[in-house]
């Protein structure tokens, strides 16, 4: 298992940027695919974005492509989600996830691969 801690949240008004972290500890940062998800009131989790081990390969869901770029650096244990051009549907909580996932169809990952969960960190775009 790894440990995360997610940074980088707060309140934007709508058109800005904010840039998430995630700091991993414990086992070895680079066996990990990394994702973050989002969960706002009364809604299910969504997919966010993903990375994998390697960070050869990239997913994002539909909406945010184009706005968002995830990214890691091994040698931090660290990943960052870089989120611009923000508006109100992207409030939510933000969750860092772990998974053992080698491959690099990171589009078919879903919550149970990831082992491994952030506490989550709040964005608030306001209009």
């Known amino acids: 298992q790894v440990q995360l801690v997610e940074s980088g949240g707060g309140l934007v008004q709508a058109g800005g940027s904010l840039r998430l972290s995630c700091a991993a500890s414990?086992?070895?940062?680079?066996?990990?695919?990394m994702g973050w998800f989002r969960q706002a009131p009364g809604k299910e989790r969504e997919f966010v974005s993903a990375?994998?081990?390697?960070?050869?390969?990239?997913y994002y869901m539909d909406s945010v492509k184009g706005r968002f770029t995830i990214s890691r650096d091994n040698a931090k244990n660290t990943v960052y989600l870089q989120m611009n051009s923000l508006n109100p549907e992207d409030t939510a909580v933000y969750y860092c996830?772990?998974?053992?996932?080698?491959?690099?169809?990171?589009?078919?990952?879903?919550?149970?691969?990831?082992?491994?969960w952030g506490q989550g960190t709040q964005v608030t775009v306001s209009s």
């Open positions: 996830a772990a998974s053992g996932f080698h491959g690099t169809e990171l589009a078919g990952l879903r919550y149970l691969d990831f082992g491994s």
């Open positions: 414990g086992r070895a940062f680079r066996n990990y695919a």
């Open positions: 990375i994998s081990w390697s960070g050869g390969s990239t």
